[in-house]
């Protein structure tokens, strides 16, 4: 009786544990009987038999009432674990489009404050060259279209080059290598210059872009940062020091048409691009004096598109509905593995009320209202982290306690 007490325990499910009737019935009862007629040496007179077999079944119950609580509660966590994870994922996939992936996880966790002190990072800025012009001349309408389509073309042109996108203020446009844990990992293997390549190359693309009407005033400067999310409402990545001052600066004295940066960023760069380089000089700076300069046109100096037929064509009308920004993120979204969740809890809250008949069990079998696909998933994860983990110990806890009993029944 004392082992059957132990079996929701160690069966693994709760039809599983119906197969101790089988020995109530099949072993207890029917050998005794049979041992009986064939030696006609009774053990145990009938009524003390009928007795021991309702104590067992009585125990059995309670054994089976004891799993089903147990299974019924396990369900009921891994349901609601399976709609956190959901609600996680959905935003997951749309903060991944206002920060880098990397600091999400901590967010998500409520970890505390997210900042990290980068020692090398380079930053680039770019600005559309007299966009007060273009403020008067246009309609709302028109300047949103206009900044849409540039913005959205050297978007393209960053995550082609691997470079990560801080953010767009007004007509500026920022961007940075080095912040990335991946960045930073292939900065101490194979050095900044790397990295840099990659922004210089960016860089290159959106300086092919200008048009004889959109040119671009662009600066980069290197040196160390610290990076993190500021606020709670409409939270930010954002990079904070002398650097990304530097950036701007050099930004806002480059000449329109022109890449500007600094010593620290030409030391940085390879070989191949500085001889395509202009040495400027020094020039005065608001709040750094006097600084050496370096200028980079492109390759594309006096080579510049006329209206609509290069960069963004920004100018004519869409040929088709353009699509919404929730259609966009939908489109460029890719499946991501292990983070994919595969069950749609709402279905499963679905037919919580409404539970298939035939999923169940013929006794005490209620499935939480699970449906075949989430019963599959659910019994997966059950074994693979419930039964799995633990069989060693309890098999070796049942043979343990079948001796026990067994030799406790022996002396006595």
Not at 38 to 57: C, H, K, W
Not at 92 to 105: A, Q, R, S, T
Not at 276 to 284: L, W
Not at 368 to 387: I, K, N, P, T, Y
Request: charged share 25%; glycine share 8%.
């Amino acid at each position: 009786m004392l082992w059957i007490l132990f079996t929701p325990w160690i069966m693994p499910q709760t039809e599983h544990i119906h197969a101790t009737w089988f020995w109530i019935v099949g072993v207890f009862l029917c050998w005794t009987v049979t041992y009986a007629a064939l030696t006609e040496d009774r053990v145990f007179d009938p009524g003390e038999v009928m007795q021991r077999v309702a104590i067992l079944a009585c125990t059995q119950v309670v054994s089976t009432i004891i799993k089903y609580s147990l299974e019924t509660t396990s369900r009921r966590n891994w349901a609601q674990d399976l709609k956190h994870k959901d609600e996680a994922m959905k935003l997951f996939c749309i903060l991944e489009y206002m920060m880098p992936k990397h600091v999400i996880g901590p967010m998500l966790m409520d970890a505390g404050p997210i900042a990290e002190s980068i020692d090398q990072v380079s930053i680039m800025f770019v600005l559309i060259h007299g966009f007060d012009d273009f403020t008067r001349s246009y309609t709302p309408s028109q300047l949103l279209k206009f900044l849409n389509s540039q913005f959205t073309a050297v978007d393209r042109i960053i995550e082609k080059s691997k470079v990560t996108k801080i953010e767009t203020v007004g007509e500026e446009y920022v961007a940075a290598v080095g912040v990335l844990p991946s960045d930073i990992a292939v900065c101490a293997t194979h050095g900044h210059r790397v990295l840099l390549e990659r922004l210089t190359s960016a860089a290159k693309e959106i300086l092919h872009m200008q048009t004889e009407e959109v040119r671009f005033k662009m600066g980069i400067h290197t040196g160390p940062i610290v990076a993190g999310v500021i606020g709670t409402k409409l939270p930010r990545f954002r990079l904070f020091g002398d650097t990304i001052n530097s950036a701007a600066r050099m930004m806002q004295k480059a000449p329109a048409g022109r890449l500007q940066f600094g010593q620290q960023t030409y030391d940085c760069l390879s070989e191949s691009f500085k001889a395509q380089v202009t040495d400027i000089g020094d020039v005065q700076m608001k709040g750094k004096g006097a600084v050496h300069v370096f200028s980079y046109d492109g390759g594309s100096s006096g080579d510049l598109a006329k209206k609509g037929t290069g960069g963004s064509d920004w100018g004519h009308a869409p040929t088709g509905k353009r699509p919404s920004l929730v259609e966009a993120m939908v489109a460029t979204r890719r499946p991501s593995g292990e983070e994919a969740v595969d069950i749609d809890f709402e279905e499963c809250l679905e037919g919580a009320s409404a539970p298939d008949r035939s999923s169940k069990h013929w006794f005490l079998g209620e499935r939480q209202g699970f449906d075949r696909e989430a019963e599959e998933e659910w019994v997966a994860q059950f074994h693979r982290e419930r039964f799995l983990a633990g069989v060693d110990s309890r098999m070796g806890l049942a043979c343990l306690l079948g001796v026990a009993i067994t030799g406790f029944e022996m002396v006595s």
